[in-house]
């Protein structure tokens, strides 16, 4: 077990100081979100929103690596390696923070893709990421309104947005975010 300052080392040197300060904004978010929805540990709230983004600048080998020793869906690599930090973050997580939560595990692997269950932690991590004070894109006052509103909506807002993003660049939609945006998105069935 880490004390919280070498917790704050950890993450810190595994990443460049920009994507640092993120990670500082969405665990705020995420305590602001924890207490606007009754969430029941506002400081495991900020933890998982500090550590979401742990995985993110490491090596695309590294990820490959464990994805092929660690028996994940090696379907993974037929995918974006955006999604790699969430899924397979959560296993650098766990042994390189020694953070063994479930709850928290399950909040940084579905940040970026999410998923047709969601918790309320997952929920907060997804919409923090997105909101966050330093976000800065069309539309992100609108989704900040929505999710403060009701953070259900708020998933739904960023799923469809995030969508039409990845389809307007032609990119590829991991299956997982489709049945996602099915889930939470969708009004008109
Ligand atoms: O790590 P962050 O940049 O803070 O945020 P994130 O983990 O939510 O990643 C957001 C990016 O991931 C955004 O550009 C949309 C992209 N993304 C989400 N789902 C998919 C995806 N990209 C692809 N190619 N496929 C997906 O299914
Ligand atoms: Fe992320
Ligand atoms: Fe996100
Ligand atoms: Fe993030």
Redesign the pocket.
Known sequence: ILTTEQLVEKVKSNMDER?FQ?CIR?SEECKKLAKLNGYYDIYKAQVAGFI??YA?QISVDRFIKIIKEQDFDLDLLN??R??W??IVGAYFIQHELKINDDEILTAVRR????DVEMSLLDKIV?VA??IEPGRDFEGVEEARKVAYDNLDEGVGYELAH??A??VK?R????????LAYNKWSVINS
């Not at 940040?111 to 999410?114: G, I, S, Y």
């Not at 990119?171 to 489709?178: A, G, L, N, Q």
């Open positions: 994507r993120h969405v979401h983004d993110k995918y974006n955006v999604i930090h969430g940040h970026t893709t999410a997804f990421d997105y995030t969508l993003y990845l660049q990119s590829k939609i991991y299956p997982k975010t489709v």
